[in-house]
């Protein structure tokens, strides 16, 4: 069940709604209780047979939990368990790829494994295994089935995260809801549409113009070097737009039932280094990645060497976490190198962003941007393509180098909220070229969501001063009710968010 589906917005969101303000007035446990069975049925709803290994990998995680409560088999314990989630997911989401691997090493024709990848396994993995990290250096054991379970299975997050820790999420559920609930609910749906419209109305309509071509160079074919371009700044723009918008719905919709989710993206590609850009991309999973994968193996108290084997070490697990496939590998291999020389950089000049203001020249702060923006992007490539044919040939077609090749032809039809519009190939190539720039002008001249509706949290994101300010008033309101009107003629598309595949 998608957030950006009719069956969500109109069947099971008012529904879950209703029943869960009727429970709050009984008790805040009972409010508890229906969002645990709301949860669980959204979970069940995709595949209801893996709503079974969900269960069980929950009842697993809980249990060892409890055995860790005795100091003396703590970590043998928590060994047991990580290395048990680890299993589990490289069995469902590597087998083929190691298959397909050894297939094209060795020249063998091993089968491919039926498996299908379970929803969420990734974040609701990644969760679990931190929990268990975490009681293992000390943390308290969790005690209370229905917290725990709430913790992993909350519908807003269960799918492509935010990735939440237990000690944000659990003390939650366990006190009552705090707070003017009708004000949390008004600006819980305002983020929520927020995200809707940046998913459906943005990134959906970005991806027609992305996808033929980066399915055109898989397939072996060539680009001309403006399409090249224009497809893969469609891509940036359109994984921006997806994965953000997934995440505004997620905290939205969490809000609306007093719970507050981490924020997950504050304007990335405003990032004037690549340092920088980890801190504002996905920032849920950099702080996984830095607490449970970077410090572990040293981090940079080992000396300068080991750091940059750590960071490299990390970026490629980081990686291939999004998925079974080289490309993810080098992608990850790329920002590995790109933090590397980062660091290095800094060590060699300093960091800029703590000069005084009077000494950082503007030009070589859009220079610092400019450099970040397009490693990021060239990045992307790898991150997209199917193949590394593909992520190849889009790169050579950036300077026109795929003249043996034949060469992309758009189809002639551009659509707009699922309207088709026949256009040239001209015409098609302009308008490619003002989509992706609305979405680069809204990226990064606009204040971003967290900005806009004062939403600060867990990271004690920094206040910033804005023009545009969320206020519960008329005005906001009709502005909320026409964004989400146009929203609900760009669902029609029925597109799945990007993130789901991970």
Not at 94 to 113: C, E, I, K, Q, R
Not at 150 to 166: C, E, Q, R, T
Not at 220 to 236: F, H, N, Q, R
Not at 442 to 467: K, Q, S
């Amino acid at each position: 069940m998608l957030f950006s589906s009719f069956a969500f917005v109109f069947n099971f969101l008012p529904v879950v709604l209703l029943a869960f303000a009727a429970a709050r007035r009984h008790s805040p446990r009972a409010g508890i209780l229906v969002l645990l069975c709301a949860s669980l049925f959204f979970y069940g709803a995709w595949r209801p047979v893996y709503l079974l290994l969900f269960l069980a990998s929950i009842a697993l995680n809980f249990s060892l939990g409890l055995l860790m409560d005795d100091p003396r088999r703590r970590r043998n314990v928590g060994m047991i368990g990580v290395t048990i989630n680890l299993a589990a997911l490289c069995y469902f989401k590597y087998t083929n790829f190691l298959l397909g691997s050894l297939n094209a090493l060795t020249g063998m024709h091993v089968p491919f494994a039926e498996i299908v990848l379970p929803l969420g396994i990734s974040f609701f993995t990644f969760q679990q295994i931190a929990y268990l990290v975490d009681v293992m250096r000390g943390a308290k054991v969790e005690r209370d089935i229905v917290s725990y379970v709430l913790f992993v299975s909350f519908f807003p997050h269960l799918i492509a995260g935010p990735l939440v820790h237990h000690a944000e999420m659990i003390p939650q559920f366990k006190r009552g809801r705090t707070g003017r609930s009708a004000m949390l609910c008004a600006r819980g749906f305002s983020i929520f549409v927020a995200g809707l419209f940046k998913k459906v109305i943005v990134a959906d309509n970005l991806a027609q113009f992305a996808t033929p071509v980066f399915a055109h160079l898989d397939a072996g074919g060539g680009v001309a070097p403006e399409w090249a371009w224009l497809a893969i700044l469609a891509y940036t723009m359109q994984i921006y737009f997806d994965f953000s918008g997934y995440s505004d719905m997620a905290v939205g919709l969490a809000l609306m039932f007093g719970i507050r989710l981490p924020v997950n993206f504050r304007s990335p590609y405003k990032a004037t280094s690549i340092i920088d850009f980890w801190r504002r991309w996905h920032i849920t999973l950099s702080r996984f990645l830095r607490d449970y994968l970077y410090i572990p193996l040293g981090g940079n108290r080992l000396g300068e060497v080991r750091r940059y084997l750590n960071l490299m070490i990390t970026m490629l697990l980081g990686g291939l976490w999004h998925g079974a496939g080289w490309n993810f590998l080098i992608w990850g291999g790329l920002h590995g190198a790109y933090l590397g020389i980062a660091h290095v950089w800094r060590a060699m000049r300093g960091d800029p962003e703590k000069r005084p203001a009077e000494l950082r020249l503007p030009f070589s702060q859009f220079v610092s941007w400019l450099l970040t923006f397009s490693a990021v992007a060239v990045a992307w490539i790898f991150f997209r393509a199917s193949t590394i044919g593909g992520a190849w040939r889009a790169l050579t077609g950036l300077f026109g180098l795929q003249a043996e090749h034949a060469p992309f032809v758009p189809s002639g039809v551009v659509r707009v909220l699922n309207l088709p519009i026949l256009v040239g190939a001209e015409a098609s190539l302009w308008i490619c070229a003002c989509a992706v720039t609305a979405a680069f002008l809204i990226a990064l001249f606009l204040p971003n969501v967290p900005e806009i509706f004062r939403y600060r949290e867990y990271h004690r994101l920094p206040e910033t001063t804005t023009l545009i300010r969320w206020r519960p008033d008329a005005i906001w309101a009709g502005l909320v009710a026409v964004a989400f009107a146009i929203s609900l003629f760009g669902m029609w598309q029925r597109m799945e968010f990007l993130y789901f595949q991970f």
